[in-house]
């Protein structure tokens, strides 16, 4: 049955994408945009460019190198670590695909930094969310506690939204590109878990 909500996600994400290539999203996109850059200060400024930092490929591949490192030495897992990399090219590839298949330019509006490329699905919502889903899928066992599982997955639920919104703060996303990069990206999450616990034989 799994599939079948799968299917149903990605009908939903090509119903998202549609509304954003026809523009039907705008004024509610233009309206978080201001709420948003409304706060703008020096300190969060700041803090923006931290997280847009942090969920940048120079960032985000030292950290998939690591936490490999970890699972292979620490916590020999070795099967774990084409779930981690194969998961982590896949969502790469896939924003690649996505942003060229739909082609929406970057807000205009007050940009803090420069960026170039298309817009939507955002390729830092993505990678944060395919990131921190597989790590708090990997290291969910090796909690000590439901104390420590739940610290677990509020550190990836802050970084996940912090970097996506660092980058509408920015100004060089929308927030409709932040919804997308999260939804197909869970809906690759997915994709990736059922599939290794089926070729690896991992019970839940």
């Known amino acids: ?32 945009i201001d709420a948003i850059q409304g706060t703008e200060s020096d300190g969060l400024t700041a803090a923006a460019k931290l997280f847009t930092k942090i969920g940048s490929s120079s960032v985000v591949i030292p950290l998939v190198l690591v936490v490999a490192v970890v ?12 779930l981690l990399i194969g ?18 330019a970057r807000p205009d ?4 930094v420069e960026e170039t490329g ?5 390729g830092h919502s993505m990678a944060a969310f395919t990131f921190y889903g597989l790590l708090t899928y990997l290291l969910w066992r090796h909690m000590p506690s439901r104390l420590w599982r ?4 509020g550190f990836g639920v802050i970084m996940i939204m912090c970097i996506g919104l660092s980058r509408v703060y920015l100004g060089v996303h929308y927030p409709s590109d932040l919804l ?10 997915a ?10 034989h991992v019970r839940r």
């Open 109 to 112: 509006i007050h940009r803090i």
């Open 87 to 104: 998961g982590m090219l896949g969502s790469t590839l896939l924003n690649v695909v996505l942003k060229g298949l739909y082609e929406r």
């Open 150 to 153: 739940g610290v677990l997955i």
């Open 1 to 32: 049955m799994w599939w079948i909500y799968l299917i149903l996600a990605l009908a939903g994400f090509q119903g998202l994408a549609m509304l954003v290539t026809r523009e039907k999203l705008m004024r509610f996109d233009l309206s978080l």
């Open 191 to 200: 994709v990736c878990i059922k599939l290794f616990r089926r070729l690896a």
């Open 71 to 82: 699972l292979y030495i620490f916590l020999k897992h070795r099967k774990e670590l084409f």
């Open 180 to 189: 997308g990069g999260y939804w197909v990206s869970a809906c690759w999450l």
């Open 118 to 122: 298309y817009s939507f699905p955002s």
